[in-house]
């Protein structure tokens, strides 16, 4: 009895297979602009246009527009070199700093 509560309990959490499932559409996930093509995406470009309009027309009008502007994160495209030896692969490699980068890089 215990084993199949467990196992319900487990599938709900994304534990048992790995699916990080609580992860999806959670309140307290980190998001940025880019990482999906949905509704929430699309307010946070439409935020982002608001908050530019807003502090240039602060800005024109005389104020510290500065003081109100806001840049919101955008996902990080990583760029695939796949071409040996080649110089910029030779550059990319040379600049990591972690194992995790060279490894990402080879």
């Known amino acids: 009895m215990h084993l199949k509560q467990n196992k319900r309990v487990w599938l709900i959490c ?4 790995i699916t990080r499932s609580p992860l999806k559409n959670h309140p307290q996930v980190r998001r940025e602009v880019g990482d999906e093509d949905d509704a929430f995406n699309e307010m946070m470009r439409h935020m982002q246009s608001t908050n530019d309009l807003s502090t240039l027309f602060l800005t024109t009008a005389g104020f510290d527009g500065s003081a109100f ?3 919101i994160a955008k996902k990080k495209e990583q760029k695939q070199i796949t071409v040996r030896h080649s110089q910029e692969r030779i550059d990319t490699i040379s600049n990591q700093s972690t194992h995790g980068g060279l490894f990402h890089h080879t």
Do not use: F, H, N
């Open 14 to 17: 994304g534990a048992a297979p």
């Open 69 to 71: 502007k806001v840049q």
